[in-house]
């Protein structure tokens, strides 16, 4: 991925993957078309199964900025803004990726400096 690539992370809690996964999966598609968002993933917390992180990965900021700016931002998101939350108090996480999107080829090679 390029160097000014950009990611976002949007903290969320939820008392089961069951309960969070459509959301986050209906708030993903409705994303998929949007120029700029690359891919995204939802991930778990290890030390606490109800924590999860939405983790975007955005061309730029400025794709990003024009997405958030638009008027489709908070009604494609909707689905799970009832599961939002603060960062844990903890300095550090290690979550595990519960499920991912990408709008990137495969076929192409990505090198890293």
């Not at 968002?37 to 199964?49: F, G, I, Q, T, W």
């Not at 495969?106 to 400096?113: A, R």
Request: glycine share 4%.
């Amino acid at each position: 991925m390029a160097m000014n690539s950009l990611r976002v992370l949007l903290y969320h809690s939820a008392p089961s993957i069951g309960e969070i996964d459509p959301s986050y999966h209906e708030v993903s598609r409705r994303l998929a078309p949007v120029p700029g968002l690359m891919a995204n993933e939802l991930l778990r917390s290890v030390h606490d199964p109800t924590e999860f992180v939405v983790v975007s990965a955005w061309r730029d900021l400025a794709a990003f900025r024009a997405w958030e700016s638009g008027p489709g931002h908070r009604a494609s998101t909707a689905p799970l803004r009832a599961y939002r939350s603060n960062p844990p108090a903890r300095p550090y996480g290690v979550y595990e990726v519960a499920a991912a999107y990408s709008t990137v080829s495969t076929d192409s090679t990505v090198e890293l400096p």
